[in-house]
């Protein structure tokens, strides 16, 4: 069981950048693929970064495109979030997590493909 941990959330005005990090432990995170997803009050958990298993590929929500950046080091078993430009619709909880069985090299943007969660770092932009 591969457990996560997000950090790296907090308060930020908007046009303002901000640098999630998951880290890992219990088991490697270098044979999965890993996502990141939001959950806004009253909302659905929503996808926003995908990255395969070597970090090869990626793949964004089309809201988070061009400002959000994904990428992972396997060799330290973390995944960041770079967020840019934020923008108060942004603000959320965000949850990284591991894809670890099936098709477990590949990215995806369903919650229903990921089976281990952090427990989520709250982003807040605000002015």
């Known amino acids: 069981q591969v457990q996560l941990v997000e950090s790296g959330g907090g308060l930020v005005r908007p046009g303002g950048s901000l640098r999630l990090s998951c880290a890992g432990s219990g088991r490697t995170l270098s044979s999965y693929a890993m996502g990141w997803f939001r959950q806004a009050p009253g909302k659905e958990r929503e996808f926003v970064a995908t990255i395969t298993w070597n970090g090869g590929s990626t793949a964004y929500a089309d809201s988070v495109k061009g400002r959000f950046t994904i990428s992972r080091d396997n060799a330290k078993n973390t995944v960041d979030l770079q967020m840019n430009i934020l923008r108060l619709e942004d603000t959320a909880v965000y949850y990284c997590?591991?894809?670890?069985?099936?098709?477990?090299?590949?990215?995806?943007?369903?919650?229903?493909?990921?089976?281990?969660w952090g427990q989520g770092t709250q982003v807040t932009v605000s002015s």
């Open positions: 997590a591991a894809r670890t069985n099936g098709n477990h090299y590949s990215g995806s943007s369903s919650t229903r493909d990921y089976n281990s």
